[in-house]
């Protein structure tokens, strides 16, 4: 069990060993009282050390990691008019929310990243990278120009759409989406043509798009989602047709760099407002905004699925996950040092972080099984890569082929500049 009582605009924790001696129980007490003082106790199915923890008073940190999740929570107010009672709850009040230290980080838990760099053909930047059957990636510069990549050999396939493309990506029923300007979107496949099949309303620049990934099984037509540069979710249904524009909220600063947009099943969905760092979930047409602490965090500049769930990623460095009970925001870890324009590239054991400029992180959370039975595992940032080859540089388009990701980075000068540095990260080797 975790203790921690908040009095005197000072918050102490305990950790207490349940299966001891109560005498030796090191309890946070309020010995005189002289405000409100509020009480919480965090259950756990595991012992403390599964939770990696000394019974005793814990060492809290401003910047650092969250406890681990508990079974259960309750929470307590003492006043002069109220003795209050213990109550349960979904999540710890503001005040009474903590940081721990961040374990230190043994070399021997990272994998390492063989990295190779390949200078793309294009002096525009690359904003589409899909995968295709056989381990081959379709790729699309802004300026519309096509290429196919199988391992680091890149083939020119000439002009797929004569507009400006800015997202992209390929739905359950083998159709690849396009993103242009105004509102067009333009549907096809790699290997034929594409042609501009819907215009959205308002004619507002399409940023980012999502979808059920091919192979997955949903109702036709498949769900397809657009969001644009200012905020506003577009929505192409099972149902059939679009659904009317869902407005999130209005940027007043249009970005190209900052947010995102996940597909997590049917009819639900999760995007970040681009150049807001706002954070939505979305089911069933109904927007559900979430209150990142950006006085804490900073700005949430990416989002990303693992773990069965949503991260984000903030310009201060922090990792932040988002949970549907209680629609709260728990810090998983943080960076050493502040970022910039920090993206995350989910891979099927963690993440890459790819910040400016052109710097690679490799973040996982070590299995139960690893860590040892009844053991919460912690957080582990791996050592940083700089990628001198692409200069001052930001992602903005990967793909996942076998154990290899695929990061292109160009430079940001304005809205098309290039050239772009295709980055090859090989994460067979096991941790």
């Not at 050390?49 to 003492?78: C, D, H, K």
């Not at 903590?98 to 390949?118: G, Y």
């Not at 059957?133 to 699309?140: L, P």
Request: net charge negative.
């Amino acid at each position: 069990m975790l203790a921690g009582v908040w009095h005197d605009e000072r918050l102490r924790v305990s950790a207490v060993d349940l299966n001891a001696d109560p005498s030796t129980w090191a309890l946070p007490v309020v010995e005189q009282r002289r405000t409100p003082a509020q009480f919480f106790a965090m259950f756990y199915d595991r012992p403390l050390s599964g939770l990696m923890l000394e019974p005793g008073p814990l060492t809290l940190v401003e910047q650092g990691q969250r406890p681990a999740e508990p079974q259960s929570i309750f929470q307590r107010t003492v006043s002069d008019d109220d003795e209050g009672g213990w109550a349960a709850v979904p999540v710890l009040a503001e005040v009474l929310r903590f940081n721990l230290p961040i374990p230190p980080v043994d070399d021997n838990q990272c994998r390492p990243l063989e990295i190779s760099t390949h200078q793309m053909p294009s002096t525009k930047r690359v904003t589409v990278a899909l995968p295709q059957f056989g381990g081959r990636i379709f790729a699309v510069t802004v300026d519309g120009q096509g290429y196919m990549i199988d391992g680091t050999d890149v083939t020119d396939i000439g002009p797929v759409v004569p507009d400006a493309v800015l997202s992209g990506v390929e739905v359950s029923d083998g159709v690849t989406w396009l993103s242009g300007h105004d509102g067009r979107l333009w549907s096809g496949v790699p290997t034929g043509s594409f042609a501009n099949t819907h215009t959205l309303r308002p004619r507002e620049t399409v940023r980012y798009l999502a979808g059920p990934a091919p192979g997955m099984e949903v109702p036709a037509p498949t769900e397809l989602l657009a969001l644009s540069s200012t905020g506003t979710l577009s929505q192409l249904g099972y149902w059939g047709g679009w659904r009317a524009d869902l407005p999130l909220t209005r940027a007043e600063m249009p970005s190209s760099r900052e947010g995102g947009l996940l597909w997590l099943g049917l009819d639900r969905s999760a995007a970040l407002v681009p150049g807001t760092g706002e954070y939505f979930r979305i089911d069933a047409g109904e927007p559900t905004a979430y209150d990142v602490p950006e006085e804490e965090v900073g700005t949430l500049d990416s989002i990303a699925a693992n773990y069965g769930g949503v991260f984000g990623m903030t310009d201060n460095g922090y990792l932040l996950r988002f949970t549907e009970i209680g629609q709260t925001v728990t810090i998983e870890t943080k960076l050493e040092n502040k970022v910039s324009d920090p993206q995350l590239v989910s891979l099927p054991d963690g993440f890459l972080i790819v910040d400016r400029p052109s710097t690679v992180r490799f973040w996982y959370r070590p299995s139960a099984l690893d860590a040892g039975e009844g053991v919460v595992p912690p957080n582990i940032i791996c050592p940083e890569v700089v990628i001198s080859e692409a200069g001052d540089s930001i992602l903005w388009a990967h793909a996942i082929v076998g154990e290899k990701a695929y990061l292109f980075l160009s430079p940001f000068i304005d809205w098309d500049s290039g050239p772009t540095t295709m980055v090859v990260v090989d994460f067979s080797r096991p941790l």
